[in-house]
């Protein structure tokens, strides 16, 4: 939920990103992007630039998603996807089935 905090006594919910096949667990913002982590739909990165209104999840602002897998992971191949931190180009978070992960943001481009 992204929330307009400028009036103290009148809150209000000004954008959410919400993916419906989990729930989250940490985010991590750096500049205009989110990483977030989605239990078992992975490690979610969000553009968010621009004007924050409505669903963001529907409007298509993911640049990028992960699932981590291990067959022979505590559950095989099911993830449990937490902690996102970016740090020098690699994306870093745990998953509870299959460890410690470092990922590379690409561009398609």
Known sequence: HFVDFSDPNNPSEEARYRVPEAGSHNFWV????????????????????????????????????????????????????????PYKGHIFFADWNSGLWAVKLTSDE
Not at 55 to 71: C, M, S, T, V, W
């Open 30 to 85: 750096r500049g205009d992007t989110l990483y977030a982590a989605y239990y078992n739909a992975g490690l979610r990165v969000v553009d968010l630039s621009g004007d924050l209104k409505g669903n963001l999840y529907e409007q298509g602002r993911e640049i990028a998603h992960f699932k981590p897998y291990d067959p022979k992971g505590h559950i095989p191949n099911a993830a449990m996807t937490w902690g996102p931190q």
